[in-house]
Structures are given as C-alpha cells and as structure tokens.
C-alpha cells in the first residue's frame, strides 16, 4: 500500500509582541532580603548491559518515494498578528482565518497564494484553539473575543466587521452548522454554551456545559455538538434542535480539542495530560478508540474527504496524522513551536497549523487527491531539480521534542556511553554500547551512585506516547511511534504497565534498582544504580531534550566512552558527567489560572492590589489578569519555580518565611529567598501539588473552605483536595 505524503508546504510568519509590567509598593512584613531581580524570557563509572542485544526490529526506513521535498523561496512569507491560537477555514472561498491573541486581530490568508490579503481587528484577545467558526454557506466568520464577553462577526466578503453578539463570561471555542445557521460559543467561566442564531444575530439559548468548557466541534448531518470540559474531563453532547444536552461522556485528562467527521459520525477529543486521542462513535456516544500521539495535544482538525485527522502536539512541535479508518497514527509532521490550533479544507487537502510559541502558520499538504504527476517533485508544481529545503520521513523516526528517559525539570548524567568495542572499557563488540551496535547509554541521577542506597525517588520515565510491547520485573520495552526503546535495570515496576497497554509521555515506569539481583533479571553486568537506556535500531544522531547524541571516533582511547551530547552551542563528553537537563513541567511562556481542585475557585489577587503583602484568596472565575499567574523555572533544579501574578510581576510568598503551619501566602516583590520557591509536583492525573522550598509544606486552602475569599496558607503536606491545583492556559 502506498504511503500517503505529507509536508509542510508554507510557513506564514507572525509578528510576536510581549510586554509584562512590573510594579513597586511600599512592604508590609518582609520575607527575605530583596535582592535585584533577573527574570528568565571519578571513581569507577557503572558498566552495565545485558550479555547479548535483546531482538530489535528494524524500524521501517521511508524510502526516496516516500519523501515529498520542498524549495522554501518558493513560499510567501508574510507578516501577520501575534500569538495565532485558533484557525478557521471556508472551503467554499478557500480562505482561512487565524485569530491572533496578543494582536487583537484576525489575519486573512488566500489558501492559493498563501498571503495575508487581510488583517480584521476584533474585540481584545480573541480565544484559544477552536475559538474561529466559519459558516462557508453565508461567508460569515465568528470569532471569540475572550475579554470582552462577546463574538464578532464577519463578512467574508468586505472582511469587516457587521455584528458584535454578547455572550457568556469567557467566551472560547466556536463551533457552527452551516446548515441550521446556528453558532455555539463555548463560555468558560459561566460554564455554557450561547447558542446564537446565525439570521439575526442573537443569543437564542443558553446550555449549561460542564466545568469550564473550551472546545466545540459540530456534526452539521445529525445536528449533534461536541463540547469540551477540561476540569470535568467530559464532553458533552447538545442535541442542536432542542439546545438540550443530551449525553456526556467521559475522557481523558484534561480535554481540549474536538473535531467532526459527518461521514463517519466520528468525534475526535484531544486529552492534554493524557497526551492521547479518544474517538468517539457518534451513534453510541461511547468511546471506540484511544489513540497515543504527542506531548500536549491540542488542536484538532478533521478531513472528511481522506478521512485523516490532524492533531497538534504542543510540546512536541509536531502534528499526529492518524487514519480515521485504523485509528493509528500513520504520519508524524515536524511544525513550528507550540502548535496549538488546526484547521482543513477538505476541497484542497491541506491541513492550517497555528503555532503559538514560533508565531507561524504551517501549511501541510496531505498528497490524496492532489492532481498530476504522483512524484515528490511535481507535488505543488516543484521542479525535481529542486533542491528540497524541508522534507518528512513518514515512520522510523522519533518524534521531534522527545524527553529524556528521568522526569520532567530534573537533569541526570550520563555514566556510560557507546563504545569502541576494545574491551578498554569493559565492553567488547557484543555489547549493546558497541556504537556498530546502534550504542546505548547508562544514565544516573548524579556520578558516583552506591549500591544499596535510596533510589524510591530516583523515577524512570517514557520519552513519549507509545505501547509497552515487553515487560519483565526489571525492564521495560516501549514502540514509540514504530521505534523499540529499552529500559533496563528497573526496580518497582508500576503496576500499570503491562503488555500492549498505551502509556503516555513522562508517564512513570519504575526506579533505578540499588541491588544487583534486581538490576539482572535479564543478565547482563551492573555495579552500581543507573538506568540502561537504548533506542534501537541506532541512537546515533537521535535527540532527546533538544540533547543531540553522537559517536565520535576522535575520542577512542581507553578512559572514557566516545560519546558526546549536544545543545545550544554547547557539546560534552560522557566522561564530562555535565547534567542533561530535561524541560520544565509547566510551560514558563504562558499565563495559567490555578483552580482549586477542593472548591473548583481560581486563585486570586483581593483587590487587583499590587501592593506587597496583598493577600491572595480564593475567587468565582471572572476572567480579569489578577487571576493569572505565570511560572518562572530555576535553572539547576528539579521543577520548582517562583509563582509571578501576570498582574504585578510580583511572587507567591509565605509571610516572613514562616515554617507555621498555617502561615498565610500572599504576593511579594519577587527575591531570591526560598519562600518564594514553589516545587511543582506533577500529580499525572492533570493536578498539581505546590511545595515551598524552605518549610517543605504545601500550597493550600486556609479550614479547607469552599467559600470565596477564603486564604491561601501553607500546610503540612496530606493527600487531600484543598492541597491540589488544575493548571488552566489562558
């Protein structure tokens, strides 16, 4: 069977403003010394490796055919808004629309020529992925506008302006049926959908719609509406006659894109911490499939003419192409940075990604249905003799943006890398670490580990979505996307791991065992705690955290291994032990509402003070920036962050650096003292734990109340509700 093509075939380039303000106050009782503040933008090594190379299929190599190249000077490149984060296409005038959020504006791109033929200003921030409706019968465009409560309208034709519509509190993803001229607005802080019917211009009803709904999609054939909850972890299902929910059903963690296929009567929901992709049969409303695709997924979008849909990974940087026929993934498309919204035109077969980190748009062309010649270089019209400038391989490669093997925001080294196959080192040509092996590499929380000594801590983690294709009580083997990678000298299992079970990016998968009848239930030699990592069938040159491995010869002599890491400029040596970080658990780019998981109420500043010492409580949503808060990770650490109001710039605090329970947390001119240091503690089930890093207590809801205005305080560390927080993106 034929592969089907896949490039990125325009990148329209987006103008990107960010501005935060800081501000001063006079302080009530200092926390520490205010210091000037920077804001981010051997003893024997462990040798160890089964005796023999356990079986590695070779992975599936794309063949010359199976490449689709591209010239990039023969694409446009245009200036747009900033932070585009929801795209919408009309099919019927082939022109798409890409809501910029930080701009104010919607950008309007000629889907032939690839060029912005238009620049619409809205209302402040239109919304996030999905937050673009287009009703290709009556060439109106509605667009979200967050701030302002309302959605504008637009005439596709004069691209102005005819309507502004007031809607709920929020508003975020649209959703249209260009049959009934109905539009659903999804309203995240009132917690429903405004129906507004498409003829006049009115909210016509009013749906309640779980927790925080986001994300709307619409089946226009059986007049049936999706809506996203990603506190709820549902969807919940309109009937479009009546405006009655009609069904809900439960999916993965955090949801937040949805798109359509009215042929197949295919629902297709992305789940943020779940990295996957749950389907939905239309006639049942009950899940039929869960697909494994990036890091973060967001966007979705759907072709009902190829059947394929497209979703954006946010932290992969890459788009999941999955059959809708298989459900699986058949192609792995690398993008601009954090893409977040996708949109199709089922007429043209290309695919509209908004990436909000790079501020592009990728256009990908999916090759059915293209005319002409069936060649990579006849694909839009390209000479062969083009040298191409962008190309995809379609299966066998690690997905762009893969983490390292050990949590996110920690930094581990490397204490054995390929080999020579000498025997210098310990490790003849039979070894795994033999480089014509396809090398392998041991890695450690730190040099120097000791037998015996606490490793509960000391996690193993898979670098991406995949399934676990081999387990036993020490290892683990992985299909990452159609790679086998191997982890090796485990202790503590998990129990969910288990043979031809999906497991998601980051997801734990053991410890490092600290004994040697642990670390060889599959032989081989261990002296000391380290993980035995191999990705097969080669890790020459593959990437993880943005670390670039490399076998290099020059270094061949008996006291260290020849392997080298390389990133930003810098290059290290095994034999270096230089800590390879991996990235932060929160996204330090973006502004997060941090909601109670005990009374679902954000955090917020009383007042909108930007004095130290304003105290900060619990609140309804309402939408202003006092309920906003930003990260900034602290380089060398293991995720621990200071907690910066979007509001004031300044930091989450404990009162006088307290170690009293109950001490209150309120904001303060960011420093550098430990009470301002918060340990982010990844929950996996999409909640997070706080822990202050000079009391090692938790962030947490004074008589775990659930009234409004009730204090933020630090507590002795429990598992219970008013200790933990859902992270919401805004």
């Given at each position: 069977?034929?592969?089907k093509r896949?490039?990125?075939?325009?990148l329209?380039s987006?103008?990107?403003?960010?501005?935060?303000?800081?501000?001063?106050?006079?302080?009530?009782?200092?926390?520490?010394?205010?210091?000037?503040l920077?804001t981010?933008?051997?003893?024997?090594?462990?040798?160890?490796e089964?005796?023999?190379?356990?079986s590695?299929?070779?992975?599936?190599?794309?063949?010359a055919?199976?490449?689709i190249?591209?010239?990039q000077?023969?694409?446009?490149?245009?200036?747009?808004?900033?932070?585009?984060?929801?795209?919408?296409?009309?099919?019927?005038t082939?022109?798409?629309?890409?809501?910029?959020?930080?701009g104010?504006?919607?950008s309007?791109?000629d889907?032939?020529?690839?060029?912005?033929?238009?620049?619409v200003?809205?209302?402040?921030?239109?919304?996030?992925p999905?937050?673009?409706?287009v009703?290709?019968t009556?060439?109106?465009i509605?667009?979200?506008?967050?701030?302002?409560?309302?959605?504008?309208?637009?005439?596709?034709?004069?691209?102005?302006?005819?309507?502004?519509v007031?809607v709920?509190?929020g508003?975020?993803?649209?959703?249209?049926?260009?049959?009934?001229?109905?539009v659903?607005?999804?309203?995240?802080?009132?917690?429903?959908v405004s129906?507004?019917?498409?003829?006049?211009?009115?909210?016509?009803?009013t749906?309640?719609?779980?927790?925080?709904?986001?994300?709307v999609?619409v089946?226009?054939?059986t007049?049936?509406?999706?809506?996203t909850?990603?506190?709820?972890?549902?969807?919940?299902?309109i009937?479009?006659?009546?405006?009655?929910?009609?069904?809900?059903?439960?999916v993965?963690?955090?949801?937040?894109?949805?798109?359509?296929?009215?042929?197949t009567?295919r629902v297709?929901v992305?789940?943020?911490?779940?990295d996957?992709?749950?389907?939905?049969?239309g006639?049942s409303?009950?899940i039929?499939?869960?697909v494994?695709?990036?890091s973060?997924?967001?966007?979705?979008?759907?072709?009902?003419t190829?059947?394929?849909?497209?979703v954006?990974?946010?932290?992969?940087?890459?788009?999941?192409?999955?059959?809708?026929?298989?459900?699986?993934?058949?192609?792995?498309?690398?993008v601009?940075?954090?893409?977040?919204?996708?949109?199709?035109?089922?007429?043209?077969?290309?695919?509209?990604?908004?990436n909000?980190?790079?501020?592009?748009?990728?256009?990908i062309q999916d090759?059915?249905g293209l005319?002409?010649?069936?060649?990579?270089?006849?694909?839009?019209?390209?000479?062969?003799?083009?040298a191409?400038?962008?190309?995809v391989?379609?299966?066998?490669?690690?997905?762009?943006?893969?983490?390292?093997p050990y949590?996110?925001?920690?930094?581990?080294?490397?204490?054995?890398?390929?080999?020579?196959g000498?025997?210098?080192?310990?490790?003849?040509?039979?070894?795994?670490?033999?480089?014509?092996?396809?090398?392998?590499?041991?890695f450690?929380?730190?040099?120097n580990?000791r037998?015996?000594?606490?490793?509960?801590?000391?996690?193993?983690?898979a670098?991406?979505?995949?399934?676990?294709?081999?387990?036993k009580?020490c290892?683990?083997?992985?299909?990452?996307n159609?790679?086998?990678v191997?982890?090796?000298?485990?202790?503590n299992?998990?129990?969910?791991?288990?043979?031809?079970k999906?497991v998601?990016?980051?997801?734990?998968?053991g410890v490092?065992?600290?004994?040697?009848?642990?670390?060889?239930?599959n032989?081989g030699?261990?002296e000391?705690?380290h993980?035995?990592f191999?990705?097969?069938?080669?890790m020459?040159?593959?990437?993880?955290?943005?670390?670039?491995?490399?076998y290099?010869?020059?270094?061949?002599?008996?006291?260290?291994?020849s392997?080298?890491?390389?990133?930003?400029?810098s290059?290290?040596?095994?034999?270096?032990?230089?800590?390879?970080?991996n990235?932060?658990?929160?996204?330090t780019?973006?502004?997060?509402?941090i909601?109670s998981?005990?009374?679902?109420?954000?955090?917020?500043?009383?007042?909108?003070?930007?004095?130290d010492g304003?105290?900060v409580?619990?609140e309804?949503?309402?939408?202003?920036t006092?309920?906003?808060?930003?990260?900034?990770?602290?380089?060398?650490?293991?995720n621990?962050?200071?907690?910066?109001s979007?509001?004031?710039d300044?930091?989450?605090?404990?009162n006088?650096a307290?170690?009293?329970g109950?001490?209150?947390?309120?904001?303060?001119?960011?420093n550098?003292?430990d009470?301002?240091?918060?340990k982010?503690?990844?929950?996996?089930?999409?909640?997070?734990?706080f822990?202050?890093?000079?009391?090692?207590?938790?962030?947490?809801i004074?008589?775990?109340?659930?009234?409004?205005?009730?204090?933020?305080?630090q507590?002795s560390?429990?598992d219970?509700?008013d200790?933990k927080w859902?992270l919401?993106?805004?």
């Amino acid at each position: 069977m034929k592969s089907k093509r896949f490039t990125v075939v325009a990148l329209i380039s987006i103008c990107a403003s960010l501005v935060l303000s800081a501000c001063t106050a006079p302080s009530p009782q200092a926390p520490g010394a205010v210091k000037p503040l920077t804001t981010q933008g051997s003893t024997e090594r462990a040798k160890a490796e089964p005796t023999a190379a356990l079986s590695a299929p070779t992975a599936p190599q794309a063949a010359a055919s199976d490449l689709i190249g591209l010239k990039q000077a023969a694409v446009a490149t245009v200036p747009v808004g900033s932070s585009p984060n929801a795209v919408g296409v009309n099919p019927t005038t082939n022109r798409v629309y890409v809501a910029n959020y930080d701009g104010n504006t919607v950008s309007v791109i000629d889907g032939t020529s690839n060029t912005v033929v238009a620049t619409v200003p809205v209302g402040s921030n239109p919304s996030n992925p999905s937050g673009v409706g287009v009703n290709p019968t009556t060439n109106r465009i509605y667009v979200a506008n967050y701030y302002n409560n309302t959605v504008s309208v637009i005439d596709g034709t004069s691209n102005t302006v005819v309507a502004t519509v007031p809607v709920g509190s929020g508003p975020d993803g649209v959703g249209v049926n260009p049959t009934t001229h109905r539009v659903y607005v999804a309203n995240y802080y009132s917690d429903n959908v405004s129906v507004i019917d498409g003829a006049s211009n009115t909210v016509v009803a009013t749906v309640p719609a779980g927790s925080a709904p986001g994300y709307v999609g619409v089946n226009s054939t059986t007049n049936r509406v999706y809506v996203t909850s990603e506190i709820s972890n549902t969807v919940s299902v309109i009937d479009g006659a009546s405006s009655i929910v009609v069904a809900t059903v439960s999916v993965g963690k955090t949801p937040y894109g949805v798109g359509v296929n009215p042929t197949t009567n295919r629902v297709y929901v992305s789940n943020f911490y779940s990295d996957n992709v749950s389907v939905i049969d239309g006639a049942s409303n009950t899940i039929v499939a869960t697909v494994p695709v990036g890091s973060n997924p967001i966007g979705v979008g759907v072709s009902p003419t190829t059947h394929r849909v497209y979703v954006a990974n946010y932290h992969s940087d890459t788009v999941s192409v999955i059959d809708g026929a298989s459900n699986t993934v058949v192609a792995t498309v690398p993008v601009g940075s954090r893409p977040n919204a996708v949109g199709v035109n089922p007429t043209t077969n290309r695919v509209y990604v908004a990436n909000e980190g790079s501020n592009i748009v990728s256009v990908i062309q999916d090759g059915v249905g293209l005319t002409g010649s069936d060649t990579p270089g006849d694909v839009l019209g390209l000479a062969t003799s083009e040298a191409p400038a962008t190309s995809v391989l379609l299966g066998g490669e690690l997905d762009r943006g893969f983490q390292m093997p050990y949590q996110l925001g920690e930094s581990w080294v490397v204490v054995g890398g390929f080999s020579n196959g000498s025997g210098n080192d310990g490790r003849d040509k039979t070894s795994p670490h033999y480089y014509k092996n396809g090398g392998a590499l041991d890695f450690a929380p730190r040099n120097n580990m000791r037998i015996g000594e606490d490793t509960k801590d000391m996690w193993v983690v898979a670098i991406a979505p995949g399934t676990v294709i081999d387990k036993k009580d020490c290892y683990v083997q992985i299909d990452h996307n159609s790679v086998k990678v191997e982890y090796y000298h485990l202790a503590n299992v998990q129990g969910d791991i288990s043979i031809g079970k999906g497991v998601f990016a980051n997801q734990k998968l053991g410890v490092i065992a600290n004994n040697s009848k642990q670390a060889l239930c599959n032989g081989g030699r261990w002296e000391a705690p380290h993980l035995h990592f191999k990705i097969y069938p080669n890790m020459e040159g593959q990437s993880l955290a943005g670390w670039v491995i490399h076998y290099d010869p020059r270094l061949d002599n008996p006291t260290h291994d020849s392997t080298t890491f390389t990133k930003g400029g810098s290059t290290f040596r095994t034999d270096q032990y230089h800590p390879l970080d991996n990235p932060p658990n929160i996204d330090t780019n973006k502004a997060y509402n941090i909601t109670s998981v005990n009374s679902g109420k954000l955090l917020g500043l009383v007042g909108i003070s930007v004095a130290d010492g304003a105290r900060v409580t619990q609140e309804d949503k309402n939408g202003a920036t006092s309920q906003k808060w930003r990260f900034e990770f602290l380089e060398g650490t293991t995720n621990v962050y200071r907690i910066r109001s979007a509001l004031t710039d300044k930091c989450l605090t404990v009162n006088g650096a307290s170690l009293d329970g109950g001490a209150e947390v309120f904001q303060w001119t960011c420093n550098d003292d430990d009470s301002q240091k918060w340990k982010a503690i990844d929950l996996e089930d999409g909640q997070f734990k706080f822990e202050v890093q000079h009391s090692k207590q938790d962030l947490a809801i004074a008589e775990s109340s659930l009234e409004t205005g009730a204090r933020l305080i630090q507590w002795s560390p429990l598992d219970i509700a008013d200790q933990k927080w859902m992270l919401q993106a805004r």
